[in-house]
């Protein structure tokens, strides 16, 4: 009965982390299914394009607004499948 308590709290806290305004780094590679330490991960937070992280208190975690990264993880989506229609129309032709 102990591992179903355990289990149930954890998903308590997925169901809250889902809700919340600010993400972290992991919180970001969950949403795109990557590990917490991975390149593609580091890469994403690298990009100048990418929304700056928001400061809630002084040397704390660097965190980011849900809605932002959502948002830009959604034109990535678009602009690769645009990229990706685009070259095979040209090797098509």
Do not use: H, N
Not at 72 to 90: G, N, P, V, Y
């Amino acid at each position: 009965m102990t591992d179903v308590k355990a289990i149930a709290k954890e998903v308590v806290k997925e169901l809250k982390r889902g809700q919340s305004i600010v993400v972290t780094a992991s919180d970001i590679a969950l949403m795109c299914a990557y590990a917490p330490d991975s390149k593609p991960v580091r890469d994403m937070l690298a990009d100048p394009t990418f929304p700056p992280c928001v400061s809630l208190v002084e040397g704390g975690t660097r965190r980011y607004l849900r809605k932002d990264v959502e948002r830009w993880i959604e034109r990535k989506f678009q602009d690769e499948s645009r990229l990706a229609l685009q070259t095979f129309r040209a090797c098509s032709l």
